[in-house]
């Protein structure tokens, strides 16, 4: 009989043990927090494997006639709590490891917030920036039909990150309809206002950002208003929490993207640097400000530092040269183990993106439910909505943290790994 039982083994065998990219960040995570989740700990393993992970091939005709195959990819991490719920990427970096990860942040991320979702992500291997519209619809369509296996309103239900939006999302809409014979409009978040999209939904990210640092700045006792800031990455989440603290008084003193590093010490003009970016796709060359080599970006004289582009981009090469008091992520998985434990040993202030950056998925759920109900709310109400549930699970979160003396991320580990194991106590395991 012993020998029929598999041996705990904690990588599943799809994965280079040598090379565990973004999910060997979360294992770490997941190991910090065991010793905190007392008998549910006997359900841990399950956290350290994706409940189900899907490969597919996207092939698309391209406008010359060419035929191109791209890889695409859509994991369940866990639907202890519900259904699947998170972004899908579009870039040419993506790997499975990378989607895996995400996935499991989005778990932690949502039970952190107590929304009735479990973790999901997904992702294809393509550079967006040189695809024609013509083929990026194409690609969408294709690949949302791969998916269409595992998804749907009660199923899983993806959302914007890198390199998607509303128009995307319209796509993934209308491919999984046809696909049904109906018109399902939870099947996907972030939609259009006009297909059932939310109200808020686009700056909800950013908006979560800026609640959680406000909320941080006043435990700490530093004024928002003078408060310099440098953020890395100028996207949706970027964007938003820029032009957010700005209005609040904040200094935006350097933002980094893709194109290049900008700089000016008295703040940058935050709504002349969306309009360049609007107009040419990146910070460069923005009117009234400097261009800094991009390491420098690290060594900015700054009280607040917002990673808002990828994962891993803190590490132990620069987490000693950063001054700010607190890094707020809005990107997911910026920050690797070791510099994380880095930043805490130097005394700043990490508020860690399973909280940082929740509030994207948190007007998600709003969008959902008000699909569900056909019924939709102002603004006002999905902002209040929203403040409400980011200060209501950061309060929690910072208590945990002083009761137990951990990190914000830990103590956001603590509350959500419980939420989710204990879940899977109450379930029971099937047979
Ligand atoms: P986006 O595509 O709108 O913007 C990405 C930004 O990152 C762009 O400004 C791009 O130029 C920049 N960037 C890309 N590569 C870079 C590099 N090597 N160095 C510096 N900058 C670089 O994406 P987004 O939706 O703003 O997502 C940003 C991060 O926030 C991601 O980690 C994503 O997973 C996370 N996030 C997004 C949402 C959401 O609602 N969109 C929600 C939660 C978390």
């Not at 519209?133 to 369509?141: I, K, P």
């Not at 939006?165 to 209308?174: K, L, Q, S």
């Not at 950056?357 to 008000?370: I, K, L, M, P």
Request: aromatic share 6%; hydrophobic share 40%; with cysteine.
């Amino acid at each position: 009989m012993q020998a029929n039982v598999p041996q705990k083994h904690p990588l599943p065998s799809y994965l280079d043990p040598n090379d565990l990219g973004p999910w060997g960040d979360f294992l770490q995570q997941v190991d910090r927090v065991t010793p905190y989740l007392g008998k549910l700990g006997r359900w841990v393993e399950t956290l350290k494997r994706p409940k189900r992970t899907l490969i597919v091939d996207v092939p698309i005709m391209m406008d010359d006639g060419r035929i191109a195959h791209f890889e695409g990819y859509r994991v369940q991490h866990n639907t202890s709590r519900g259904p699947g719920k998170g972004g899908v990427r579009f870039h040419q970096d993506v790997t499975l490891s990378e989607v895996m990860a995400l996935s499991a942040w989005m778990s932690v991320k949502n039970a952190a917030v107590n929304v009735p979702y479990g973790g999901a992500k997904g992702g294809i291997r393509v550079n967006p920036q040189l695809l024609t519209d013509a083929e990026l619809e194409r690609v969408t369509r294709r690949y949302t039909s791969e998916i269409g296996l595992i998804i749907g309103p009660t199923k899983d239900i993806p959302a914007p990150d890198v390199n998607t939006n509303e128009r995307v999302m319209a796509w993934m809409m209308d491919t999984y309809s046809m696909n049904v014979g109906e018109t399902a409009t939870g099947v996907v978040t972030g939609k259009p206002i006009d297909l059932g999209g939310s109200l808020g939904r686009r700056e909800a990210t950013g908006r979560g950002v800026f609640i959680v640092g406000c909320e941080a700045s006043q435990r700490i006792g530093m004024p928002i208003q003078g408060a310099r800031i440098a953020i890395q990455g100028f996207g949706n989440v970027g964007g938003v929490t820029g032009k957010l603290f700005a209005e609040a008084g904040a200094l935006v003193v350097a933002v980094q993207d893709h194109s290049g590093t900008v700089y000016h010490p008295g703040g940058l003009d935050v709504t002349t640097l969306l309009a360049h970016v609007a107009a040419h796709g990146g910070v460069n060359g923005c009117p009234g400000t400097e261009s800094l080599p991009s390491d420098q970006f690290w060594d900015i004289e700054c009280e607040i530092m917002v990673p808002a582009a990828l994962e891993r981009q803190i590490t132990e090469a620069n987490a000693g040269r950063i001054r700010a008091k607190m890094v707020i992520e809005g990107a997911n998985g910026p920050t690797t183990p070791m510099a994380d434990d880095i930043l805490t040993d130097r005394g700043v202030l990490v508020i860690p993106d399973v909280i940082a950056n929740a509030g994207g998925v948190t007007v998600s759920y709003f969008e959902w439910v008000q699909d569900f109900s056909s019924f939709f709310w102002s603004e006002d109400e999905i902002n209040e909505r929203l403040g409400k549930i980011m200060r209501g699970a950061f309060g929690a979160i910072w208590q945990v943290a002083s009761d137990h003396r951990v990190s914000l991320r830990t103590a956001t580990f603590i509350i959500a790994c419980q939420r989710i194991l204990h879940a899977r106590d109450l379930r029971g395991l099937y047979p």
